[in-house]
């Protein structure tokens, strides 16, 4: 059972350009996650989807980004019109479809830096 | 709003001794608590959790506690070793989880 897959690795992009960041959850997992990691900082819960459907996304900046976890497909982090702030690791986890979701044990994978030059 | 904290950034210890992450929330709806270690370039992994009904887990080498009334909870690691040196994150939750700033412990042979 492989575990939660996201690419690229690394993705660098010039101010301006979008950034597409793309996490695969574990099989049988309904529940995505997503995490920032600023240089020096802990994690910052982001957003929380299951398919099809934004749960929570008290955590996302109000302009340029936007998630998605469609019926078929990996879950899709945008942001556009990058700047140079949002360069980070950005972690995708993930957590069976029993109990409260956002309660469950989290699974990550290993995530993508992204570097805006 | 910081909910979940975690004041040492860093701690230093000696092979074969204890080690003790500390963790503080604010959040009294918080009644699961987990801890997460993290190796650089890779993703968060899950080491140990614990439910707001119990004060104690124990797994091996790791044992968690929790302190309802001081809203903080530990981590000891005993005996530490090299290969535990890592970033530890605390986490909280209620609906949704809470992560605090990691603490990078360093285990020196």
């Known amino acids: 059972n492989a575990g939660v897959m996201q690419n690229p690795r690394h993705l660098v992009r010039r101010r301006g350009q979008e950034a597409r960041l793309r996490c695969s959850p574990m099989k049988g997992h309904s529940h995505v996650y997503w995490y920032r990691q600023l240089p020096e900082e802990g994690l910052k819960f982001m957003v929380y989807l299951q398919k099809e459907n934004i749960i929570d996304e008290s955590g996302m900046p109000k302009e340029r980004f936007s998630a998605e976890f469609p019926k078929e497909g990996p879950s899709i982090l945008r942001i556009q019109q990058v700047v140079r702030g949002d360069s980070a690791a950005y972690f995708c986890?993930?957590?069976?479809?029993?109990?409260?979701?956002?309660?469950?044990?989290?699974?990550f994978g290993p995530g993508t830096r992204l570097t805006v030059l | 709003d910081q909910q979940v904290k975690q004041n040492s950034p860093s701690l230093s210890v000696q092979e074969g001794r204890i080690s003790i992450l500390n963790c503080d929330y604010t959040n009294s709806m918080f009644d699961y608590f987990l801890w997460y270690k993290k190796y650089p370039a890779e993703g968060p992994t899950f080491l140990i959790s614990?439910?707001?009904?119990?004060d104690k887990n124990e797994d091996g080498r790791f044992t968690v506690f929790l302190n309802k009334s001081a809203k903080h909870l530990s981590l000891h690691i005993v005996p530490s070793q090299p290969g535990d040196s890592a970033v530890y994150f605390c986490a909280a939750s209620d609906n949704d989880m809470r992560f605090g700033a990691g603490t990078r412990l360093t285990v020196k042979p």
């Open positions: 614990i439910s707001s009904i119990k």
């Open positions: 986890a993930s957590s069976p479809p029993q109990g409260r979701g956002g309660t469950d044990t989290q699974y």
